[in-house]
């Protein structure tokens, strides 16, 4: 069980929405859930330090059917995807995926999903947690488009680890191993549709399987699960320790509305000469000529460890004064140290500032340092 976190117990009512593996998740012994879109996540199955190993040296399954797809389809299918993603969607052919941020109209973030584009105007918005169904239609609608923007039946599992391939290659053979980065194929395991992702939340190497029939997440489970024992594989849950020493971010915490992409490092995402209209285009035109004001950037604090996530944000001071947040925490097993992100004044993001945080346990020593504190290249997930 986490540190520092007491016991609660969370009552499963029908207003929030089960995902079609959550019976095969309690029935490996899934002991906390979160609500994430509107639906039950697994918090974890044992001790969450227990799980990162076996992320980093076995082979993993999790239920992440939270990740809801928004499917655009129709006339103007492309044209309203490259309207509403800041990035130039020109770039990104049919089999292929990008990671992209949505906007609103004064450059704030909505949402960084993942996006794939499945035919010529055919694209599935792979969602972090927040509303993008709703935003999207109204959209479309206020802007004149004609496309289709609905809920599909997919919900996703990922298979991570170093031992991933193995499994991939047992269910799908090995046609799958030839899959690169951010790439997919359209599948059938025994008759169940899937597609297959070369994409994760790890920074380690793995794969997304997207059950395209919700009334067989159990057999498509099963079947995983059968294929990945030679391999030692369990199911657990989103592991944040990996994810904040890999520098991925999580929508909700690190990044917000009231954040733009320049002041969380997402600037790359951005694509300002593009030609045609986006959302919060010029907005994001003002914000890149003068500067941000504030930044979101790895730190390290220092002292015992502090334990594996935050209860809430603590505040970052500068000469005893709040001057920010830290966003995200966690002590990391094989860095033996406790890391994490801070969103704090421009003036203070140089790297080897020094910074105190507030914790639950007294005023702490930190400094500013570089991000991803592992794998800063991402040579591993791309290997």
């Known amino acids: 069980m986490p540190a520092d976190v007491g016991a609660t117990t969370l009552y499963f009512g029908p207003w929030y929405r089960k995902s079609p593996f959550f019976e095969a998740t309690q029935r490996y012994g899934a002991k906390a859930y979160d609500i994430y879109n509107h639906m039950y996540l697994p918090g974890y199955y044992a001790d969450i330090v227990e799980e990162y190993w076996h992320l980093l040296k076995h082979v993993t399954l999790w239920d992440v059917g939270v990740e809801r797809q928004v499917e655009i389809s129709g006339r103007d299918g492309f044209a309203f995807a490259n309207y509403?993603?800041?990035?130039?969607?020109?770039?990104?052919?049919?089999?292929e995926g990008k990671y992209v941020v949505l906007t609103d109209d004064r450059g704030g973030i909505i949402n960084d999903p993942v996006l794939m584009r499945l035919g010529k105007n055919r694209f599935w918005l792979s969602l972090?947690?927040?509303?993008?169904?709703?935003?999207?239609k109204?959209?479309?609608?206020?802007a004149g488009f004609d496309v289709d923007i609905t809920e599909p039946d997919v919900s996703p599992v990922q298979v991570q680890?170093?031992?991933s391939r193995e499994v991939m290659k047992a269910l799908f053979g090995k046609d799958v191993l030839a899959l690169a980065?951010?790439?997919?194929?359209?599948?059938?395991?025994?008759?169940?549709?899937?597609?297959?992702?070369?994409?994760g939340w790890t920074a380690e190497i793995g794969y997304e399987i997207y059950l395209c029939d919700?009334?067989?997440?159990?057999?498509?489970w099963e079947r995983i699960m059968a294929a990945g024992k030679p391999y030692a594989i369990r199911p657990i849950a989103p592991n944040e320790i990996r994810r904040i020493e890999a520098g991925i971010l999580n929508y909700g915490s690190d990044m917000t509305l009231a954040d733009n992409p320049f002041e969380v490092g997402l600037g790359w995402l951005v694509d300002l000469d593009k030609k045609e209209e986006f959302v919060g285009k010029a907005a994001l035109k003002r914000i890149r000529a003068s500067g941000v004001r504030k930044k979101l950037v790895g730190v390290e604090i220092y002292g015992p460890r502090l334990g594996y996530w935050l209860p809430e944000y603590w505040p970052v001071l500068d000469d005893g004064e709040?001057?920010?947040?830290?966003?995200v925490m966690t002590y990391s097993p094989r860095l033996e140290k406790n890391i994490g992100y801070a969103m704090v004044p421009i003036g203070l993001a140089k790297l080897g500032t020094t910074l105190y945080v507030q914790t639950l346990r007294g005023k702490r020593k930190a400094t500013v340092v570089r991000k991803p504190f592992v794998d800063p290249q991402k040579d591993i997930p791309k290997s």
Do not use: M, Q
Not at 128 to 136: H, P
Not at 138 to 142: D, E, K, L, S
Not at 322 to 327: A, I
């Open 84 to 95: 509403i993603v800041p990035r130039d969607l020109r770039t990104c052919t049919v089999g």
């Open 128 to 136: 972090a947690n927040s509303d993008v169904l709703l935003w999207a």
């Open 138 to 142: 109204g959209v479309a609608v206020r």
């Open 161 to 163: 680890g170093p031992k």
């Open 181 to 199: 980065y951010y790439h997919f194929l359209k599948k059938e395991l025994d008759g169940i549709p899937v597609v297959v992702t070369r994409t």
């Open 214 to 220: 919700g009334s067989r997440g159990i057999e498509l």
């Open 322 to 327: 709040p001057v920010g947040k830290l966003t």
